[in-house]
């Protein structure tokens, strides 16, 4: 059973950065993707990045491109976010997600089978 435990959020004022952490429990053999979604309050849950494991190939939400920076350790086991230039409307609880299926780098929520529990991040300014 695989889990994933996210880590690292907090508040920030605007501007400033954080960097998330997601653990994965157990080792995948086959090629997955990873990805990092958010939800705020009485709003829908959106894609914010994805990573093909295997190759580091990475997709990015035009909102976070050139703010925000996803990838792993060599081990594979660790997905991080690193989120810069921190804007209000960056506040949401952030998840981290894996996709068994074969790997298209998806933004959409509903292509993602495991999911950690979420780890807030608030954005003052």
């Known amino acids: 059973q695989v889990q994933l435990v996210e880590s690292g959020g907090g508040s920030v004022q605007a501007g400033g950065s954080l960097r998330l952490s997601c653990a994965v429990s157990?080792?995948?053999?086959?090629?997955?993707?990873m990805g990092w979604f958010r939800q705020a309050p009485g709003k829908e849950r959106e894609g914010v990045a994805s990573?093909?494991?295997?190759?580091?190939?990475?997709n990015y939400a035009d909102s976070v491109k050139d703010r925000f920076t996803i990838s792993r350790n060599n081990a594979g086991n660790t997905l991080y976010l690193q989120m810069n230039s921190l804007k209000p409307e960056d506040t949401a609880m952030y998840y981290c997600?894996?996709?068994?299926?074969?790997?298209?780098?998806?933004?959409?929520?509903?292509?993602?089978?495991?999911w950690g529990q979420g780890t807030q991040v608030t954005v003052s300014s």
């Open positions: 997600a894996l996709d068994r299926t074969p790997c298209s780098l998806s933004l959409s929520a509903d292509e993602y089978d495991y």
């Open positions: 157990a080792y995948i053999s086959s090629p997955y993707c």
């Open positions: 990573m093909y494991i295997f190759s580091s190939s990475t």
